[in-house]
């Protein structure tokens, strides 16, 4: 589907809820795409992107960042605590920040590098064994931790499970955006991102729905 129908259908779930288009954020994620797809994307002069790994992110979007400077990266998986660095270096937003020693290493970071990504605190809402995110019942007392570092924190972000109905979740995390001063909701994917902007996401992650189906590496 052409980025231009994508953008569409975001400004259509804009109208309905009543909201503004330059609320909310699109991330076109690129991860495990061929270079000729995301070089399409980039032509067609989007500038906003999600990778999941730090490694294949520093494999791959140097040379595009050099060639487009206004290029905004977002890492969407989940970070190491020995990433961070690399991380910090190259993304503009981490969306998976999801432990204490994970936030004490990008504090630290941050005071040597000078600067530091927006953060997104990842809330397993759903409470999968399988799935990386703060419990709910632990993002009030975790949000208080990271701004007693004086981190940029800018919101929240999900990953529904896959066999539930996406918008209790999407309402959930604006419930708890909400009661911790929160103004960003990372939520919402191909399949979902227009009920996301219903329930007010600020940022939307849409990755096959605009390159095609992932090539397996």
Do not use: Y
Request: with cysteine.
């Amino acid at each position: 589907m052409p980025l231009s129908d994508i953008n569409d259908r975001i400004a259509a779930a804009c109208e309905r809820a009543g909201r503004d288009r330059s609320d909310v954020t699109l991330i076109a994620v690129s991860k495990v795409q061929p270079p000729e797809r995301v070089e399409a994307v980039l032509a067609a002069g989007h500038r906003i992107f999600g990778e999941n790994r730090v490694q294949e992110a520093q494999g791959k979007w140097p040379a595009w960042q050099k060639a487009h400077p206004d290029v905004a990266l977002h890492l969407l998986g989940p970070l190491q605590s020995n990433k961070v660095r690399p991380a910090m270096e190259l993304f503009d937003a981490i969306h998976s920040l999801d432990r204490a020693k994970l936030a004490r290493r990008i504090a630290d970071m941050a005071q040597e590098l000078g600067r530091c990504p927006d953060l997104f605190v990842q809330v397993n809402t759903g409470e999968e064994d399988q799935k990386a995110g703060l419990p709910p019942a632990e993002v009030d007392g975790f949000v208080a931790e990271v701004r007693g570092m004086d981190l940029p924190l800018a919101g929240l972000m999900c990953i529904p499970p896959v066999d539930e109905t996406p918008s209790l979740h999407f309402a959930l995390l604006r419930k708890l955006a909400e009661r911790n001063g929160l103004p960003g909701l990372s939520m919402g994917m191909s399949a979902d991102f227009e009920e996301a902007v219903a329930f007010g996401a600020t940022h939307v992650r849409v990755g096959s729905a605009i390159f095609g189906e992932r090539v397996p590496t």
